[in-house]
């Protein structure tokens, strides 16, 4: 059952509320869901049960986005401040160190995460931060375009493309590589989604100055990447691998931006072994 969490957030000045949405499911150790943007925690609707049948998961949605609210006035979108409400949210659940697994912004955010101490172990799923500038162009356009389309085409019509396979394919197919096995009552939530979220623009334009060229020192990073991604294009991953040095890069054949539903059982498999129970390992240096 999808709960919401509201705490307090200190701002200049003072503090401002935040709330968040997020679903709790299963029972081990803790693993936390990011999405990507324009996107709600139901992108991993396909693998949660599997997940939780071994691990307490917690899907989040992101501020702005899903069921959370916008983030209030003084508070920005981009990657410090995303990560100081992740940091406030982690404490208010009692997560110490969870794992993490993000996807797209979410696997920039999880390996920020990883990188200042607050997560056990990484999953990064087509992350964020390793394009180029022609890239990074490329990737924002069609965000843009997918944006716009939801923004312009009415509620009926979404509906109806949503329940033919080609439909599918002209709705989601940037970011499925099979986008005709996703439901189509899924395809219409997210359409509205990313319609309705406030903060796709915001975080759109503080993905601007996005780059991630760090190590993640002293934490397990497996990053994974859809053979068929057409948003953030496969040949990141080994970029990513050369800037992450001891991470594990893992392909997944014929699978697109959000792979969980392409091949649920594989994206399933790759956290689970990702997140095995083992001994608490020792806390990273936070990095300034």
Not at 2 to 9: G, K, N, R
Not at 64 to 71: E, H, K, P, R, V
Not at 247 to 258: D, E, K, M, S, T
Request: net charge positive.
């Amino acid at each position: 059952m999808v709960e919401i969490l509201s705490f307090a957030h200190d701002v200049e000045g003072g503090c401002a509320p935040i709330s968040l949405a997020y679903e709790r499911r299963g029972a081990g150790e803790p693993v936390v869901l990011l999405h990507g943007i324009g996107h709600h925690w139901q992108a991993w609707e396909p693998v949660l049960g599997i997940l939780a049948a071994e691990r307490e998961v917690i899907a989040v949605d992101l501020p702005g986005f899903g069921a959370s609210a916008a983030l209030p006035p003084g508070v920005g979108y981009d990657l410090p401040e995303l990560l100081a409400v992740l940091h406030r949210f982690f404490d208010e659940l009692g997560l110490d160190r969870p794992h993490v697994v993000g996807n797209s912004l979410g696997g920039l955010l999880a390996l920020e995460l990883g990188r200042t101490g607050r997560a056990r172990t990484v999953t990064a799923v087509s992350p964020a931060g390793f394009w180029t500038e022609v890239e990074r162009r490329y990737g924002f356009g069609m965000l843009r375009v997918m944006h716009r389309a939801t923004r312009t085409l009415p509620d009926p019509l979404v509906g109806r493309l949503a329940g033919t396979a080609v439909g599918r394919a002209v709705l989601v197919g940037a970011v499925y590589a099979r986008p005709g096995r996703r439901a189509a009552h899924r395809v219409v939530a997210e359409a509205r989604a990313m319609r309705q979220g406030p903060g796709f623009a915001p975080t759109l334009a503080a993905g601007l100055r996005a780059r991630y060229t760090h190590d993640v020192p002293g934490v397990p990073v497996t990053i994974a990447w859809g053979s068929a991604d057409r948003l953030l294009l496969p040949r990141q991953g080994p970029r990513a691998k050369r800037t992450i040095p001891a991470a594990r890069l893992i392909r997944l054949p014929r699978c697109g931006h959000v792979p969980m539903n392409d091949d649920p059982a594989l994206v399933a498999r790759v956290i689970l072994d990702a997140t095995r129970p083992t001994a608490t390992p020792p806390r990273p240096d936070a990095a300034s």
